[in-house]
């Protein structure tokens, strides 16, 4: 494998290369090799495994936040030469900073949903997730059974306690408890229908969950070496080189938005897209905890998520919460608007609403 | 120095001295940990996906064997405090072997934790200075600081103990000016660890079954039930086949613990589960689902009602006088049991059934894999060997079989 990183190294760096350049690849190269693991060695370098040639200044860098300036873009160049090398194609990281004023919210119409799951599949393609035993997805569709048909008029009299000689005072639990009635209630939601079911169901409605965006994030608080932060556009990041994936947060999510990578993440090299930030969906590596970031390597450039723009519906919405002609904002002052789990104190920044 | 590197010595071969049934234990433990050392490379190189912890379940059996460990470990002080608070003559000699259980219990538990982490490289992100640990907020950096300063305050005491009597200084008027003041630390520290892991848990508001006042209570008495059990077992079995005193009202007052602590149990769980199903709200649905199962998915029910039934059982039991006083048959039994009760009470009750229903309502069972066994068993293996081989020294110098001789370092 060494042989296969230092060529690869060599390629990605052009043809003038010293002596000195050549020793210190090897050096790097076996350095990787060490730190790499057996089951990257079956992958080459130039497939798609982000685990192997993982340098050894690279697993000694500090908190991308607190980098100066130099250190970050060593670190970002490190990195793409990386990601060019393993994928095969050039790849960029950007770095682009928060843009200023910006508060980033999203409103879902849950009236409009119809289930289909393009956000889902849009979202693993936009953002690099690991496509393969299991394919992560950050989006996470409930299909919840719309009222409840086993109200009955025979147990308008059942129920417990039942009459006894002691004497009648009522039945306290009616026999029409115990059975749910549709709503947010996570009771009777069917996460895994199948992907060739027709949508939508008359019988159900579709609820999307994705990260929702918290300004008072229990994920962050629970961060034990502060990887995962609210950055300046509210939006819960994760710097993927400085978690170490004691899955806290996974623990403290009330919404089930953060996924972990358990294996080596896989993504086929003619489906990676090249155009990610250090923040967003850059390649990740084994062992780590990843989100939905907003798409930030869009959103921070004016541009819309991934998700939003494959609803065929219509039924997504973004903007900045600080602009008063913004969807979202409009949303928020005309329609019925409730943010999911209240109860949980965490504020989000992602609303569903109806009609 | 010279000193220093006899008592090393001495220790270590004593450790390893012993009889063939000894001999035997010792390679039992050795091929776990060699099966164990080609699993734990397994998993460190291809990552968690090997063991059965899925996005719905993501805590795994080191997880639930780490908050065991904790038990163990902070129970430990229960042998040292009577000695030291309590002036307790025949339990001061063995406040020894209470901080040996402590510090290799701790050890064992730091390594299931370095089982649990996605990236066990990354790990000294956590250290002020070099990382950037999240202080005051996070709860797992108290958890990390209470278990590395219970370790090294054990481990100072063994040491320092254990070579003052092998050199033959052991001076307790010198000893209490400033060697007490750290035994009393490690006494207020033993709690205190197991109070910092409680709240890893109840911390997370969305663990509906974990985010309750009485945990850290829970987890407190559990420790008093399974950590004086093993204390119990050993010094019973120290005492018949060393030369080490144990008296008999040493193992009437762990006995004594024992009733207590599982006194305090049966209470801290009615009050939870009273609480829980009377108004039986959502936040009762994990503890329905390890009670009744949930459509079928019903693998945690006879291993609820197994425990809550074995530890009224050994409550009941162990309030007779006739089972506590059988030194040799029936209170060796009730302390395996209760200590096997406890752990198992971990990952099948505590754990694995708190994640269902998830965030999205789904029912989820768990089952741990083949090498996430081996590594729980070798993780197991090295705090045992560890734990075998510093009590069997520390017998030695306790029972004046392993001393420094003169002619032996003069060269």
């Not at chain 2, 033993?190 to 709240?199: E, Q, S």
């Not at chain 2, 009750?349 to 070798?378: D, K, R």
Request: glycine share 8%; proline share 6%; net charge positive.
């Amino acid at each position: 494998m060494s042989e296969e990183i230092i060529k690869t190294n060599i390629e990605a760096d052009g043809v003038k290369q010293g002596r000195r350049d050549f020793l210190k690849n090897v050096g790097i190269a076996s350095a990787a090799a060490l730190v790499a693991s057996p089951a990257s060695v079956e992958a080459s370098a130039g497939s798609a495994n982000p685990d192997a040639g993982i340098t050894v200044a690279e697993s000694l860098q500090g908190h991308f936040v607190l980098m100066s300036d130099q250190e970050k873009k060593t670190a970002i160049e490190r990195l793409e030469k990386r990601y060019t090398a393993q994928y095969g194609k050039k790849t960029t990281v950007s770095d682009v900073p928060a843009p200023k004023g910006v508060l980033f919210g999203y409103a879902l119409n849950i009236s409009k949903c119809i289930g289909c799951r393009r956000c889902v599949h849009a979202c693993v393609q936009e953002n690099n997730q690991s496509r393969d035993n299991p394919e992560i997805q950050w989006i996470q569709v409930m299909k919840i059974p719309k009222g409840n048909f086993s109200f009955a008029a025979d147990k308008l009299d059942t129920g417990y306690p039942k009459s006894s000689k002691l004497g009648d005072y009522g039945v306290q639990v009616g026999g029409n408890a115990y059975t749910a009635v549709g709503g947010l209630s996570p009771e009777e939601v069917q996460n895994y229908y199948p992907q060739d079911e027709a949508v939508p169901d008359k019988n159900y409605f579709y609820v999307p969950v994705q990260c929702q965006q918290c300004e008072k994030p229990p994920c962050v608080k629970a961060c034990p070496v502060r990887a995962t932060f609210r950055d300046p556009n509210g939006v819960v990041v994760i710097d993927y080189n400085w978690c170490i994936g004691c899955r806290m947060c996974q623990l403290a999510c009330p919404y089930g938005a953060r996924r972990f990578n358990w294996g080596e993440p896989n993504i086929p090299p003619e489906e990676m897209n090249p155009k990610t930030h250090y923040f967003g969906n850059r390649p990740r590596m084994r062992g780590v905890m990843e989100k939905c970031t907003f798409c930030l390597q869009r959103t921070r450039e004016g541009r819309n998520p991934a998700c939003l723009e494959a609803c065929p519906v219509g039924a997504r919405k973004f903007g900045n919460l600080l602009d008063p002609t913004s969807d979202v904002r409009k949303i928020i002052a005309t329609k019925k608007v409730f943010r999911f789990k209240e109860e949980m104190s965490t504020y989000p920044k992602f609303f569903y609403f109806i009609g | 120095m010279g000193k220093i590197l006899s008592f090393a010595v001495d220790f270590g071969s004593y450790a390893i001295k012993g009889g063939p049934k000894y001999k035997a234990w010792l390679y039992f433990l050795l091929s776990i940990i060699l099966v164990g050392s080609y699993t734990a490379y397994r998993q460190l190189t291809e990552g968690l996906i090997l063991v059965g912890a899925t996005d719905q379940i993501p805590m795994e059996l080191f997880f639930a064997n780490f908050i065991f460990t904790a038990h163990v470990a902070a129970a430990a002080i229960l042998v040292v405090a009577p000695g030291y608070f309590y002036h307790r003559k025949d339990m001061k000699e063995l406040a020894v072997i209470g901080e040996i259980i402590a510090m290799c219990f701790v050890a064992t538990g730091i390594t299931f934790i370095l089982f649990h982490m996605g990236r066990p490289d990354r790990l000294w992100h956590i250290l002020p200075g070099i990382g950037y640990p999240n202080f005051p907020n996070s709860m797992l950096v108290y958890d990390t600081i209470v278990l590395n300063v219970y370790l090294y305050l054990n481990l100072a005491g063994i040491s320092y103990i254990l070579y003052k009597k092998y050199v033959g200084e052991f001076d307790t008027k010198a000893l209490a000016r400033w060697f007490t003041p750290v035994i009393y630390l490690a006494i207020v520290w033993g709690p205190l660890i197991h109070i910092c892991t409680a709240f890893v848990l109840s911390s997370n508001a969305r663990m509906s079954e974990w985010a309750t006042a009485v945990l850290p209570f829970g987890f407190l008495s559990m420790a008093g039930a399974s950590g004086p059990s093993l204390v119990v077992l050993l010094f019973l079995f120290i005492r018949k086949h060393t030369k080490v005193p144990v008296n008999d009202s040493v193992i009437n007052l762990m006995t004594a613990i024992i009733g207590w602590s599982l006194g305090i149990i049966i209470l801290v769980f009615a009050s939870e589960y009273f609480t829980a199903l009377y108004s039986n709200t959502e936040h009762a649905a994990s503890l329905n689902y390890s009670m009744f199962g949930h459509n079928g998915l019903n693998m945690y029910v006879p291993w609820f009602w197994g425990t809550v039934g074995s530890i009224v059982a050994c409550f009941v039991a162990i309030l007779i006088p006739k089972v506590r006083k059988s030194y040799d048959l029936w209170l060796p039994v009730v302390c395996t049991v209760i200590f096997l009760t406890i752990l198992v009470e971990k990952p099948m009750m505590l754990v694995f059934p708190a994640f269902s229903p998830s965030p999205f309502g789904e029912y989820t069972e768990y089952h741990p894999t083949l090498i996430e066994y081996f590594n729980v068993l070798f993780t197991w293996a090295i705090g045992f060997i560890t734990l075998t081989l510093m009590t069997k020294g520390a017998v030695g110098i306790l029972a004046g079989e392993v001393r420094y001789h003169k002619t032996m370092a003069s060269t």
